[in-house]
T-cell receptor, first 113, second 114 residues
Framework: EDQVTQSPEALRLQEGESSSLNCSYT??????LFWYRQDPGKGPEFLFT???AGEEKEKERLKATLTKKESFLHITAPKPEDSATYLC??????????????FGKGTHLIIQP | DTEVTQTPKHLVMGMTNKKSLKCEQH?????MYWYKQKAKKPPELMFV???????INESVPSRFSPECPNSSLLNLHLHALQPEDSALYLC?????????????FGNGTRLTVT
């Protein structure tokens, strides 16, 4: 069974204070690891897909990296508008409803001005 | 703005009502999904359609009935729901089922069962 664990559960940063969110996973045959951002009352917004260890993706102040056991979402010089819940999900050969996604519980990020 | 459109945004229904949630995408995706999300929890998969055929039914109660009229539309028919079914119902689509294809979500229907 695929499993995803995100840490920390919540993180409060000052504006401009860089940090990293962690996503540890176990999966049978990784097809993809996904990062999403979710604002209150909205659906998850797709950010990145990572497919193999060593891969990195960047978008504005966000950078996602992947190893064989975990992924990091690095946030550089965050702004208040980066406040959201960040969800990590995996898709494996046999888990997550066999082609759906297995989600972690998310990291609730607050950026204070 | 999301490219997956869900209606209505909010729905309040009694336990004896019948209602339907609707979802539409025009990205040419051939897989569509229904997820349920409770407050402060991650989304949970309910149904998957691939090329308009139901691929996975995650043992969801029969009071939820999905329908995929064509490759762009997805419905979720609701009947005799319970208060614990109150949640955010999310529709998503992907280019194909599996194969590392990312899911794109709509903004959901906030359902309250009274």
């Amino acid at each position: 069974e695929d499993q995803v664990t995100q840490s920390p559960e919540a993180l409060r940063l000052q504006e401009g204070e860089s940090s990293s969110l962690n996503c540890s996973y176990t999966v049978s045959g990784l097809r993809g690891l996904f990062w999403y951002r979710q604002d209150p009352g909205k659906g998850p917004e797709f950010l990145f897909t990572l497919y193999s260890a060593g891969e990195e993706k960047e978008k504005e102040r966000l950078k996602a990296t992947l190893t064989k056991k975990e992924s990091f979402l690095h946030i550089t010089a965050p702004k208040p508008e980066d406040s959201a819940t960040y969800l990590c999900a995996v898709q494996g050969d046999s888990g997550g409803g066999a082609d759906g996604l297995t989600f972690g519980k998310g990291t609730h990020l607050i950026i204070q001005p | 703005d999301t490219e997956v459109t869900q209606t209505p945004k909010h729905l309040v229904m009694g336990m004896t009502n019948k209602k339907s949630l609707k979802c539409e995408q025009h990205m040419g995706h051939r897989a569509m999904y229904w997820y349920k999300q409770k407050a402060k929890k991650p989304p949970e998969l309910m149904f998957v359609y691939s090329y308009e055929k139901l691929s996975i039914n995650e043992s969801v109660p029969s009071r939820f009935s999905p329908e995929c009229p064509n490759s762009s539309l997805l419905n979720l028919h609701l009947h005799a729901l319970q208060p614990e079914d109150s949640a955010l119902y999310l529709c998503a689509s992907s280019q194909v089922r599996g194969q590392g294809s990312p899911l794109h979500f709509g903004n959901g229907t906030r359902l309250t069962v009274t």
